[in-house]
């Protein structure tokens, strides 16, 4: 646009665009600010109000458009439940859940007519993004803010990027997220330098696009930055893997109460040096516990690094599981403690080496 131009569609100039032939135009929209089709808009929560939804209708600013991208540039929304009471029954027991991680007060969510909308979200998530199909009958962002909330009225400001279909920025089919590069960082929503917690009823990948001449990628964390705890009493130590991840409700072999939530890494397994041998590990795709790390059946070779998980799959991608409760029986063991259900900030690099697969 020309300055003037942006002027009167009602955003600002900022720098120059097109070969200075332009200028760069932002739109800043808030609560209730209706219907709006400009690329490059904030969806802010400038004029916010306390027990009331903020919303904002983001539709296709050209027909070849085929995802938002949605930056939380600032995104303070009060925290999910983090009282370990429990909600279920009268009292402690076989069976008895809680509600950490269910977001109660403030809610945020994207609607995507058309196509699977991603997970409700609340608590920290600045630095976080989002990739949602483009809907022809437009998307729309709510921010519900609860009569309890302790959020500021500066709790988020959102960029959303409209990405064409021939965009090479835009995501593979699938994917919540999408991470460019032979390093970085992924983080469960609400982490917050693992002083959050994992929210419920979370379902969702995050990809990781292969860089050129790579072959494997690898994961990692250090202790404090993963909880995603197994089932109650079970007697399998901090680390699980596939049959111990993912068991849902009060069933057998969680015989108090079932620790769902995990993550899937396809065919994950120990990093392979030149000296290892194949029986030093198994391949497996469900993690889960408050240990990550992947499954040897016999002492890793020289060099394999700790709390590490290795693939040759591809697309490369991480995906993330939790259910709407977490049980707390047996106390000393329990899943449904804050400890134990931070989420995870795993760290990744790719690199041109191959596999020895199990």
């Known amino acids: 646009y020309t300055s003037s131009e942006c002027t009167v569609k009602g ?22 600010a209706g219907t709006f089709s400009e690329n490059s808009t904030y969806f802010t929560s400038s004029s916010i109000t306390v027990g009331s939804a903020c919303t904002l209708t983001i539709c296709k600013s050209q027909s070849d458009v085929c995802q938002l991208r949605l930056d939380f540039e600032t995104f303070a929304l009060n925290n999910p439940v983090t009282v370990t009471d429990v909600t279920n029954l009268a009292a402690v027991g076989d069976g008895s859940s809680n509600s950490i991680g269910q977001c109660q007060t403030d809610t945020f969510s994207v609607s995507a007519p058309g ?10 998530n600045t630095g ?17 803010i609860g009569t309890g909330t302790t959020a500021t009225t500066s709790a988020f400001t959102i ?6 279909c021939s965009s090479k920025t835009k995501a593979p089919d699938g994917c919540l997220q999408y991470f460019t590069g032979t390093t970085g960082t992924i983080e469960t929503f609400n982490f917050n330098a693992a002083a959050g917690t994992l929210l419920t009823n979370q379902d969702y990948s995050a990809c990781i696009r292969s860089e050129r001449t790579i072959c494997t990628i690898c994961y990692w964390a250090a202790a404090a930055n ?10 399998f130590g901090m680390v699980g893997f596939d049959t111990l991840c993912g068991f849902e409700g009060h069933n057998l072999p969680a015989i108090n109460g079932g620790g769902y939530d995990y993550i899937e890494i396809p065919n994950g397994q120990c990093d392979s040096p030149v000296a290892n041998v194949v029986s030093t590990t198994s391949s497996n795709d469900r993690y889960c516990g408050t240990s990550f790390n992947c499954k040897a059946v016999a002492a890793n070779a020289a060099g394999t690094p700790a709390n590490t998980v290795c693939t040759s799959t591809r697309p490369f991608k991480v995906s993330v599981h939790s ?12 899943e449904g403690s804050l400890a134990n259900n931070r989420g995870f900030s795993l760290g990744y690099f790719q690199k041109t080496s191959c596999l020895t697969k199990p």
């Open 159 to 164: 960029k959303v990027t409209q990405i064409e």
């Open 128 to 144: 976080q993004h989002m990739y949602v199909n483009a809907a022809d009958s437009c998307n729309l962002m709510t921010a519900n």
């Open 226 to 235: 993963y909880g995603l705890n197994n089932f109650n009493g079970d007697t």
């Open 115 to 124: 196509s699977r909308a991603p997970p409700i979200i609340c608590g920290t």
């Open 11 to 32: 955003g600002t100039s900022s720098g120059t665009c097109a070969s200075s032939f332009g200028v760069c135009c932002v739109f800043e929209k808030s609560c209730g």
């Open 323 to 334: 259910d709407s409760v977490e049980y707390g029986n047996p106390a000393a063991l329990a």
